[in-house]
């Protein structure tokens, strides 16, 4: 929350709406220009894929991996 300390303004509103005004000023852009994700370059894997690159980070069998392993698949099956 926004406190104004010693603001002689009869509205005290008026401390968000120049706070608003301020950043309207900064993000003159549009909201994409703002995105820092490239659309352009996203791409989706396969739950293969997903798997594969998963199983570098886990060595050998073990009850992680196969949580992770139903993770994906059944996050590749909600979201596909």
């Known amino acids: 929350m926004l406190v104004a300390a010693n603001d002689k303004?009869?509205?005290p509103k008026q401390v968000y709406l120049d706070l608003?005004?301020?950043m309207r000023t900064l993000?003159?852009?549009t909201l994409m220009a703002l995105n820092?994700?490239?659309?352009?370059s996203m791409n989706y894997c396969?739950?293969?894929e997903?798997?594969?690159n998963e199983k570098r980070f886990?060595?050998?069998f073990s009850l992680r991996w196969t949580l992770r392993y139903l993770e994906?698949?059944?996050?590749?099956?909600?979201f596909r």
């Open 9 to 11: 303004r009869s509205n």
């Open 20 to 22: 608003l005004d301020e």
């Open 27 to 29: 993000s003159s852009s």
């Open 36 to 40: 820092p994700v490239e659309l352009s």
């Open 46 to 48: 396969s739950t293969g």
């Open 50 to 52: 997903c798997i594969r």
């Open 58 to 60: 886990h060595p050998g």
């Open 72 to 78: 994906i698949v059944i996050t590749n099956c909600v």
